[in-house]
């Protein structure tokens, strides 16, 4: 009972049926052997569940049960604060050996992405279809109102007024080339989940903190960004070069022959 051992409850139990009272009285009202009453008592006293009056003989009285508790509830919450900050700067060291974790089925890959966006504190880059936007919309739209910046790369409208979005040209061409719509998801350069999401629960995404993982999804976000932003600066001289959309160029290196279905 609040961290105390059966000889104190018993002791503690005692003093509130009846107090002030001596070690004797105590002894005989609790059960509690004669010889090992004042250590327990001592013991209560330590933990702060009885006051003392010295004299001849001494008396014990219980703090108030609301006092106790209160008392115990403080020194626990203090206590997982405490192990909640070590298992967080832990785990903070544990990054650079992550996992790269499998996750299977549609469902379970949004859950993990609303996950990921709550947490996020800075910077949240994604690439997603107008299909699957509004799946994620109130998580991104509530990390906006916390102070997060969210740039979209959009394969059709996604709906995101709150963001910063870049629209994709040749969603369908894209689309049919992967054969299906992904999902790339990056937070605070950190951490990252991509996968494909259009197939059900045959959806297949990787969800990491690992470097090796992290750095180049996100790099290659930030790429098609820096493309999308020169096309909208530039898309006359770029297109004239290399077709609608740069076409010419996903011809060239066979962004439309792959099929990237799991």
Do not use: C
Not at 178 to 194: P, Y
């Amino acid at each position: 009972m609040l961290g105390l051992t059966e000889w104190e409850s018993r002791a503690y139990l005692a003093l509130l049926e009846q107090s002030p009272a001596s070690g004797y009285n105590v002894a005989k009202r609790s059960g509690v052997p004669r010889a090992k009453v004042y250590e327990v008592l001592a013991s209560l006293e330590r933990k702060g569940a009885v006051h003392v009056a010295h004299g001849e003989p001494q008396l014990y009285g219980p703090v108030p049960p609301q006092e106790l508790v209160a008392r115990v509830r403080e020194q626990m919450t203090r206590s997982l604060d405490l192990a909640e900050a070590a298992m967080i700067e832990y785990a903070a060291k544990r990054r650079p050996d992550a996992v790269i974790w499998d996750i299977s089925g549609r469902e379970e890959i949004l859950a993990r992405a609303r996950q990921l966006i709550g947490g996020a504190q800075r910077q949240i880059l994604l690439e997603i279809w107008k299909h699957d936007a509004g799946e994620l919309r109130n998580e991104l739209e509530a990390a906006v109102g916390r102070g997060v910046e969210v740039t979209a790369v959009a394969y059709g409208d996604p709906g995101y007024p709150f963001a910063r979005v870049y629209p994709h040209p040749l969603t369908d061409e894209v689309t049919r080339g992967l054969g299906g719509r992904w999902l790339v998801l990056s937070i605070d350069n950190r951490e990252v989940i991509a996968g494909i999401v259009s197939s059900g629960a045959s959806s297949r995404a990787a969800w990491t903190t690992h470097p090796g993982l992290v750095v180049p999804v996100t790099e290659l976000v930030r790429h098609d960004l820096y493309k999308l932003e020169m096309l909208s600066s530039h898309g006359d001289v770029l297109e004239a070069a290399y077709g609608p959309g740069l076409s010419v160029l996903r011809e060239k290196f066979g962004a439309g022959e792959q099929d990237h279905r799991p």
